[in-house]
């Protein structure tokens, strides 16, 4: 994009000469006019928008500082260099008072000119970038605002403003993602897996645009939300449309879940909740196509008010490992809901896995990615000849399930009380004491001693008092060492205390240990 010059000297033969060398620089100027009075000047920007401002500082009736006040006042990013043929520090003064972007005297060299201009055209430039930088910013954060909502914020004043024209004509929500993309690019490095992502963003982009389709929203790991206006009739039609164009224009599919047709805010909330329990059966029914009404299955449900709680104690019985309770809470759901047929039986265990996937969602782990379930599932559930059957296989799954989640958990207890460990260690010559260190790893002492206890066998205090004494017993070795510096090196400043500490646990004091280890 061109940037705007505006020329102004009431001498006619300097106003041609500023024109000429405009005209013939070497950067993208564009001028917008060439005026020989700060009046037309200012009618010049009245109508026309200019980046730099090249005046003349002395001119009749309105000067060039009086024509800047007031140019500043129009535009204020204007950038404005005056020139003069007086060597007058009063003129440069004032310049300077009102932010002038340069001053040059006549006669004005081409190199100085053109040094000047390059100088303000690349911090032109600059501020552009920051400027589209910043709309995109809040582009982002419009988009940002609108996905918490939809994940259960609470919406102020921004999101009221975006809420509304959405509600006014109707929209329904689609999520959109691409398929086996962790699977496909797990050993890539994360820049091809952005690139990727960024590939099918934009065909998605494009098809919104191409067919007025909505507004598309960047969601996370692969997903777009798509707010669309078109009801569900032909929604559907817009949606296979856009599996089908991804198929066929890049290397990847993606899997669309639809909700219903909302006009307000509730509508619209149980529409992207219905969007994203038909995208969470993505790995029983089949990925590359549209998915729609998953919630509305299994109609012969005799006890739908108490299916959420049942799932909920199921994975609890998975958290704890708890392979006993998780067969019981199994055999609890399939009795409940008592499904009639293969069908129900499948529809019955979308219900009973998206469930359990948003519940582990919400502690940052993927049910599907851990179990890596793939698109050959769905017909393994068909080809099983009785509900035991199918009852059998989703059972040693979530066995798996629960095995991986424990082994997970263990080596971050694991990996915690190492640090803990590693914590201690480091300050073995000061005072450690379990609050303390509770603080800094942000649990309760009760919580950390108890976890401690569990993971190592021995309380912390226990712990600590060994490898302080152990600590000492090491200090102890070198004859060079006074016993009150050894104290001291371990955090304590009460001699006799250390003493009584150093007794209690080694049976000796440690003038004593010395005498024995003969040091």
């Known amino acids: 994009m061109s940037i705007r010059i505006l020329l102004v000297d009431d001498e006619a033969v300097d106003l041609e000469w500023m024109r000429r060398r405009v005209a013939g620089s070497p950067f993208d100027l564009q001028i917008v006019g060439a005026v020989n009075t700060g009046f037309m000047a200012l009618k010049v920007l009245e109508q026309e928008q200019a980046d730099i401002i090249l005046s003349d500082i002395r001119m009749p009736i309105l000067s060039g500082i009086d024509f800047a006040r007031r140019a500043k006042k129009l535009q204020p990013n204007v950038k404005i260099v005056f020139i003069s043929g007086h060597e007058d520090f009063g003129y440069a003064k004032e310049a300077i008072e009102i932010a002038a972007s340069g001053y040059l005297l006549k006669p004005v060299e081409d190199r100085e000119l053109y040094d000047l201009l390059g100088s303000l055209c690349g911090k032109i430039e600059q501020e552009r970038e920051q400027s589209r930088s910043m709309l995109q910013a809040l582009s982002l954060v419009n988009e940002e605002l609108l996905l918490r909502w939809l994940n259960g914020a609470e919406g102020g004043p921004l999101v009221q403003s975006l809420l509304e024209p959405l509600c006014e004509t109707g929209v329904s929500v689609a999520m959109i993602e691409i398929d086996d993309l962790e699977l496909n690019l797990r050993e890539k490095p994360e820049e091809e897996k952005r690139e990727r992502v960024g590939q099918v963003a934009e065909r998605l982009r494009r098809f919104a645009s191409d067919h007025q389709a909505g507004m598309l929203l ?64 993505k790995w029983l029914l089949g990925k590359n196509r549209l998915i729609r009404g ?31 309770a998780i067969d019981d809470g199994l055999l609890e759901l399939f009795d409940d809901s008592a499904p009639n047929g293969k069908s129900e039986a499948y529809d019955l265990i979308v219900r009973i896995t998206s469930r359990l996937h948003a519940g582990l969602a919400a502690m940052n782990e993927d049910l599907y990615e851990l179990l890596k379930w793939e698109s050959h599932q769905p017909v393994r559930l068909f080809q099983f000849e009785t509900i035991h059957d199918i009852l059998s296989w989703i059972r040693r799954r979530l066995f798996e399930l629960s095995e991986l989640l424990y082994s997970k958990k263990r080596k971050q207890k694991r990996k ?18 379990l609050k303390e260190t509770a603080a800094y790893f ?31 017993c090491e200090l102890l070795s070198d004859p060079t060492l006074k016993i009150y510096e050894i104290a001291d090196r371990s955090g304590y400043k009460n001699i006799l205390y250390f003493n009584r500490q150093f007794k209690q646990a080694t049976g000796m004091t440690p003038g004593e240990y010395r005498k024995k280890h003969k040091i």
Do not use: C, W
């Not at 066929?248 to 994203?276: H, I």
């Not at 108490?306 to 104690?313: A, K, L, N, W, Y």
């Not at 060994?466 to 600590?471: A, H, I």
């Open 442 to 472: 942000d649990f309760t002492p009760n919580y950390l001693g108890h976890l401690f206890l569990e993971e190592t066998g021995v309380h912390f205090s226990q712990y600590l008092n060994e490898r302080k004494m152990r600590r000492v």
């Open 294 to 324: 998953v919630s509305e299955t299994s109609a012969r449900d005799k006890h739908a008010a108490s299916f959420g709680e049942s799932v909920d104690r199921l994975l609890e019985a998975i958290l704890q490992y708890d392979l006993v």
């Open 218 to 281: 960047p969601d996370h790991h692969g997903r777009f939300v798509l707010l669309t206006a078109a009801p569900e009739d032909l929604g559907d039609s817009l949606l296979e449309e856009l599996v089908r164009e991804v198929r066929e224009k890049l290397p990847f599919t993606v899997t669309v879940g639809a909700g219903a047709f909302a006009q307000s805010e509730d509508e619209l909330l149980e529409s992207y909740r219905q969007a994203k329990a038909a995208l969470s059966a």
């Open 416 to 433: 915690l009380i190492e640090e803990i460990m590693r914590y201690i260690e480091e300050r073995l010559d000061q005072k450690v004491t």
